[in-house]
């Protein structure tokens, strides 16, 4: 039986989740329950606990959404440990999409199938490593995107809409409101690719997404087939186009993948080590929160980690 090291992120959500999280309290193998003040608290706890904890059966269960379970993945990976500390996880954010993607279910559901589980898989997780938009590496489990998505993530967070529609439970619809509203802001721009032995160059990207999964931005599915599973990265990318050719390909995209068919949308497998570099300012998003605006150049890399799912 492990022993749960929490970090729950009482904000996720917008709190929506608290009936389950009492729940999660009565656990009997719980050694010690944090919740996150802030954001950024759940990367320095996660750090804290990478450098502490030396009980071998110790398991970190974290609580909150996709920017939570984020944070404490790079938390735990600040500290260099001979065993890596496996992650639990119940999604109790709005967009949840790690959990969809790998069918985790609700929250109630992620609950009852962790009282099942008995060892610990090592799922695929991305690394970036490079200069902009800041000297930094840092890992992601869903997606990290630079220009179109990163855009509806910002707009999503400063609207007091988001708060409203998770509250009424419509988490998904504050993330397509942004889409249409973010649709007619951003430009296209350049981004070249060294991926392996190929140099690529887009003139007029307008989303750039490397992802370790099959959804973003709260349920979208952006590469059907993808898996975390398999030890591999993907990039889509789509170039600026018409607003009825958008509406065309979100139509599709919400629905099966056939975006994936179009003209103007790329997919790329990568290549470990592939570089790529965007000129322009544009702004950044990594599972799900801002990344900051600026312009990115940095190497791609994927690795497995132990998760208690
Ligand atoms: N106590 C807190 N008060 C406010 N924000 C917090 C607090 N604790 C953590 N945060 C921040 O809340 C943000 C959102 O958390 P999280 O992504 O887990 O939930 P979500 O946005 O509701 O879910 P999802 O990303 O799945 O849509 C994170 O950036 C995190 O740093």
């Known amino acids: 039986m492990p022993n749960y090291f929490v970090i729950n992120n009482p904000s996720a959500g917008n709190g929506v989740h608290s009936n389950i999280v009492i729940n999660i309290k009565k656990t009997p193998n719980i050694a010690a329950w944090h919740d996150t003040d802030y954001a950024g608290h759940a990367m320095y706890l996660a750090k804290k606990l990478a450098k502490t904890i030396d009980d071998p059966t110790a398991v970190v269960l974290v609580i909150g959404g996709d920017g939570t379970l984020n944070e404490v993945l790079n938390g735990l990976l600040q500290f260099k440990r001979a065993v890596k500390l496996p992650i639990a996880y119940i999604p109790t954010g709005s967009g949840n999409d790690f959990a969809r993607g790998i069918n985790l279910g609700t929250a109630e559901q992620a609950f009852s199938h962790l009282k099942r589980v008995t060892q610990t898989q090592l799922l695929n997780i991305g690394k970036i490593n490079g200069d902009a938009p800041h000297h930094i590496t840092k890992y992601f489990v869903n997606s990290i995107g630079i220009g179109f998505d990163a855009a509806v993530v910002a707009q999503t967070n400063q609207t007091a809409l988001k708060r409203r529609l998770n509250k009424l439970g419509c988490g998904s619809l504050s993330y397509l409101l942004s889409v249409l509203c973010v649709f007619f802001k951003q430009h296209d721009f350049q981004m070249t690719l060294m991926n392996g032995e190929d140099y690529i160059q887009m003139p007029h990207a307008f989303l750039v997404t490397l992802t370790n999964q099959v959804y973003f931005g709260g349920g979208i599915a952006i590469l059907p087939g993808a898996d975390v599973?398999?030890?591999?990265?993907?990039?889509?990318?789509?170039?600026?186009?018409?607003?009825?050719?958008?509406?065309?390909?979100?139509?599709?995209?919400?629905?099966?993948?056939g975006h994936l068919q179009f003209k103007s949308v790329h997919k790329i497998s990568l290549a470990r080590g592939a570089k790529i570099h965007v000129r322009d300012i544009q702004p950044g998003q990594i599972d799900g929160e801002e990344l900051g605006n600026g312009t990115f150049s940095f190497n791609i890399d994927y690795q497995t980690y132990p998760f208690w799912l």
Do not use: C, P, W
């Open 229 to 257: 599973h398999q030890n591999e990265l993907d990039m889509v990318v789509a170039d600026k186009m018409s607003f009825i050719q958008f509406l065309v390909m979100f139509a599709s995209l919400k629905k099966n993948g």
